[in-house]
């Protein structure tokens, strides 16, 4: 089957009030121009100007999610947001279990899936990150460990919530480096993602939306786009200029 080819800029604790203003006019009016011709496009800013991007984003071909979420429906959670709240101000998605999450905040697969159940309850979709360090690369473990934190999410949730998760696919060390897994190399673990959710059910997997993170940039994004298993990007540092981040929306038309 045919999937809509999804961008999405993870802006992580970067920008102000002025950049992320002149960010998303830059955004709204390069999409605007392109009509119809690009890829479905989101982005997850830091979450203090959520508000203010979501309102951006209404009657806009954009859409916006948050980067991270509380278990907890409200209460005393001191610092956190909880996923009622995301929907309410107009967020349709979330990330979970990102690596820098993982590796900033000692994020563990369990609380990853704990975190994606939440973002389902309130109406919203996760995109569940994974992804292997070079060191799991290196000793030949990259499915293990790419199995494993998905095996964590898709064991807590039935077929009806699996139909609505995105998988971002993002190996550590490609993120931010500026060394992008080949497409082949890509191809290879999206397919393996896809195999396993078609374990469980193939029409769920052939509708999964396998997103791929690490250093895209407009040069690399239509080659990695091509390939059957990789349905868009995640995108870090290129998607904190419009010049950067529209050629990759247009890669995915
Ligand atoms: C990311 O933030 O998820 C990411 C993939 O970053 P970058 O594109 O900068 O590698």
Redesign the pocket.
Known sequence: MTRQTLVAG?W?MNGTTDSIAELMSGLLSGLDQTGGKQAQVLVFPPTVYLNAVVDQCRNAPLGCGAQDVAVPESGAHTGDVSAAMLADIGCTHV?VG???RRADHGERSDLVAQKARATLDAGLVPVV?CGETLEDRDAGRTEKVVGEQLDAVISQLDEAALARLIV?Y?PVW?????K?ASADQAQQVHAFIRNKFASINDTIADRLIILY?????GENAAELFSQPDIDG???????LTAEQFLPICQAGA
Do not use: D, F, Q, R
């Open positions: 993870n992580k990330l990102h690596s820098e990150c971002a993002e490609a993120i931010g480096t500026g992008t993170g690490g250093s895209v940039k990007g995640l995108i870090g540092g290129a998607s």
